[in-house]
């Protein structure tokens, strides 16, 4: 069971995301139902650990065996989505993943994930480029320039 619920007032989700990079660039994807870029990674089941569900997700969607490096934020964010105009309260952990003895790079630059449910495609953005970039979550397109030495707790208000 996914840990996300809907109430009146909007939803509720745990997830947990992959911070994937290389040579300045980010990994991102997109799917047919959001107009928006957004990270690798998902929903937090039942009983199961932030870090799991990463890998899990990584698994999933890009069907690599990745490492974690180390985690990086757990942002707790509150928006509206610009896909299906829900109000979100998420909490997240990002993780900066190690995809080093995979296949992820021989891929090119632009691949279709995967999931197939909703056509997902990975792409490669310049981290020059993200500031012009629809990509969520916001806070990305600054702090990847200076990942943090520990682990960082952030608040996104974007309402």
Not at 134 to 147: D, R, S, T, V
Request: glycine share 6%; aromatic share 16%; with cysteine.
């Amino acid at each position: 069971m996914d840990l996300t619920f809907k109430t009146e007032n909007g939803y509720f989700n745990y997830r947990a995301c992959a911070i994937i990079i290389n040579d300045n660039k980010l990994l991102a994807m997109k799917n047919d139902l959001t107009p928006y870029y957004y990270l690798p990674g998902g929903r937090v089941t039942l009983h199961e650990s932030a870090e799991n569900a990463v890998l899990r997700e990584v698994r999933e969607e890009l069907g690599i065996e990745a490492k974690i490096s180390k985690p990086l934020w757990f942002a707790q964010q509150f928006f509206i989505d610009d896909g299906s105009g829900d109000k979100f309260h998420e909490l997240c952990t990002y993780f900066l993943i190690d995809t080093r003895g995979t296949d992820l790079l021989a891929r090119g630059n632009k691949f279709d994930g995967l999931v197939t449910k909703h056509h997902e495609r990975f792409e490669w953005l310049e981290f020059d480029n993200l500031k012009n970039e629809y990509l969520y979550p916001l806070f990305i397109k600054e702090k990847i320039y200076a990942l943090p030495q520990n682990f960082e707790i952030l608040t996104e208000c974007e309402y």
